[in-house]
């Protein structure tokens, strides 16, 4: 790699130098993001007549314009194999300038070989054979995950001076009925390192995990998941319930502050709030339930004050409000202008794209970055909460900084809405016969895919072949 390149994400000082000062390098964070999505999507609209449901039922219910998703020809290592090479391309760097890969995902080949292990084909070329990380499985949170363990590397004595390369990676299929609209596909891969223009702050950072069945995939001879919807919803909002109060609580002793409710740790302390997003209307929601527990937290006499017309409120519980419409409705409608203007921004991908898993929090980012001028950026705080059934949550905070660094990564976003209106439309007939073709021949071996490679963005990676040994074979168009 050329200096130049290299002085923009390389400190002058050596992992050594850090250690040997008694310090660890500053503002350790994201550097670089990449966004790849499918070629083809399905009109939403187009879906509820070809399923004869009412109209509105996924556009307006579910909050869903259009839905990205992959044929045969692609699988999560394509995905990954694009979004890496992407962005080693963009970002400038080499392939010998990372110390760290780690993949999170739940869409699974193999019961042993780590999608990883697959991406360091990539890596050939520059002899880089040393490179930690392997995959990190559990629902939706294995992309958070990978990325927690990807700054504890850059800040522990393991750290070599070199990068770390994050890829939060899915392809969402549902079976033929009411969940197949909630489906979508995509990856994010994102660079990590110090002197960063998305810092992660420190000790701002809040878990919640438990055991559920809400979703969970036990055939591994399918990609479909068992779902129960109604207790996957439930488990969300508890696990937002908890992550927030959690993180409010670390962020009023970081800052010294007593008492339950002050503006500096509640929603008014975030310029923008990212939700991992099944569908966009649970965002909506979980943005108002957060409104919800500010109130629950506020003295009960500021309340007419703070909050005029929710007084009726007083006093519920948090754990009796999960189907509570009348408390959902009162606080979404209380909070549609603050939605508007931190959460709705950030739901770009998800409603033209859909879910993608492990990748949607970090497609909210990439909308959430993309929506602004970067003079409205510099300087705010973003919350992320990620959620993964099962259940593993999260709640952390970043804050935008000033530079050229930040100038390059939103330079390198500015092809997200191009790339989406570049996509083919597929018409619900021939997405359906597609779904199939996957469904039919899931972990089939020997097979060649049918799909047609005109459906691919150039520059993309895709299944070529599965020999009789289930060995798979990918090549670049």
């Not at 990856?187 to 069945?213: C, D, F, K, Q, W």
């Not at 998941?225 to 996957?232: A, C, E, F, N």
């Not at 740790?265 to 569908?279: A, E, K, T």
């Not at 339930?289 to 948090?318: A, C, M, W």
Request: proline content about 4%.
């Amino acid at each position: 790699m050329e200096g130049s390149t290299r002085g923009e994400y390389f400190t002058n000082r050596s992992s050594q130098n850090f250690k040997k000062m008694g310090m660890w390098p500053e503002d350790v964070g994201i550097l670089e993001l990449q966004l790849v999505v499918p070629g083809t999507y399905v009109d939403q609209t187009e879906l509820e007549k070809f399923h004869g449901v009412s109209a509105g039922k996924y556009t307006i219910g579910l909050g869903q314009d259009k839905m990205g998703f992959c044929s045969d020809r692609e699988d999560i290592n394509s995905l990954c194999l694009t979004a890496l090479s992407q962005l080693v391309e963009k970002s400038g760097i080499s392939y010998s300038d990372i110390g760290r890969l780690e993949v999170g995902t739940e869409t699974i080949l193999d019961k042993s070989k780590s999608v990883k292990s697959v991406l360091m084909q990539l890596f050939e070329e520059s002899g880089n054979h040393d490179v930690e990380g392997l995959d990190t499985t559990n629902a939706c949170y294995g992309g958070t995950s990978a990325l927690m363990n990807a700054l504890s590397w850059v800040e522990s004595s393991a750290w070599d001076g070199r990068l770390a390369v994050v890829i939060a990676g899915d392809i969402a299929i549902y079976a033929e009925g009411a969940a197949r609209p909630t489906g979508g596909a995509g990856a994010v891969a994102m660079l990590i390192g110090p002197n960063a223009p998305l810092v992660i702050e420190r000790g701002l950072r809040s878990t919640y995990m438990a055991h559920a069945y809400d979703f969970y995939k036990p055939n591994l001879d399918s990609e479909y998941p068992v779902v129960d919807g109604k207790l996957s919803i439930e488990c969300y909002l508890k696990a937002l319930d908890k992550c927030y109060q959690s993180y409010c609580q670390k962020a009023r002793k970081l800052s010294g502050l007593t008492g339950e409710s002050n503006d500096a740790v509640g929603i008014n302390s975030f310029d923008g709030i990212v939700f991992h997003s099944p569908f966009c209307k649970l965002v909506e929601k979980s943005f108002a339930r957060l409104v919800l527990n500010d109130f629950l937290s506020t003295p009960q006499e500021l309340i007419p004050q703070l909050y005029p017309g929710l007084d009726l409120f007083k006093g519920v519980k948090l754990e009796d409000t999960y189907f509570n419409r009348e408390v959902e409705k009162g606080f979404m409608a209380f909070s549609k202008e603050l939605f508007n203007r931190k959460t709705k921004p950030s739901l770009l991908l998800s409603n033209q794209v859909g879910n993608m898993y492990t990748a949607s929090l970090y497609g909210g980012l990439v909308s959430y970055l993309c929506s602004k001028p970067i003079q409205e950026l510099v300087g705010q705080r973003v919350g992320l909460f990620s959620y993964g059934s099962g259940l593993a949550s999260s709640m952390y905070s970043i804050k935008i900084i000033e530079g050229p660094k930040l100038t390059k990564l939103l330079s390198n976003l500015k092809s997200v809405i191009p790339l989406l209106n570049s996509r083919k439309k597929i018409d619900p007939t021939e997405f359906s016969k597609t779904m199939e073709i996957r469904e039919v021949n899931h972990s089939k071996a020997p097979y060649k895919p049918v799909g047609s490679l005109s459906w691919l963005f150039p520059g993309t990676w895709y299944l070529n072949q599965v020999d009789e040994n289930h060995r798979r074979t990918y090549q670049k168009i």
